[in-house]
């Protein structure tokens, strides 16, 4: 398993952009799904994105539009391009990595992203 080491949160108006990084200790070309998730206070964690190893990607439909995954096999790391942002986007955001749909895999500790209104 890698180590996750997420970056790039911060406080943001509504309407800004922040780009979170996520940093593999290692490399993340054979991984399957790259995803990022987030989690605000009273809620269950949620996917925003996901990105596999053939760069298929998949968003839920409240970032859609918005949000865009990409990875870099040769920093071994993946983004999240967050443009738009909304106060409901706050949130902890985490990185995770796994081969297969039911892993647990691999997580980051999470990044903070707040958007005031």
């Known amino acids: 398993q890698v180590h996750l080491v997420e970056s790039g949160g911060g406080l943001v108006q509504a309407g800004g952009s922040l780009r979170l990084s996520c940093a593999a200790s290692g490399s993340i070309r054979s991984i399957n799904f790259m995803h990022w998730y987030r989690q605000a206070p009273g809620k269950l964690r949620e996917l925003v994105a996901r990105?596999?190893?053939?760069?298929?990607?998949y968003y839920a439909d409240s970032v859609k539009g918005r949000f865009t995954i990409s990875r870099d096999n040769a920093k071994n790391t993946v983004y999240l391009q967050m443009n738009s942002l909304k106060p409901e986007d706050t949130a902890v955001y985490y990185c995770?990595?796994?081969?297969?749909?039911?892993?647990?895999?691999?997580w980051g500790q999470g990044t903070q992203v707040t958007v005031s209104s």
């Open positions: 995770n990595a796994r081969d297969y749909p039911d892993d647990v895999g691999s």
């Open positions: 990105i596999t190893s053939g760069d298929s990607t």
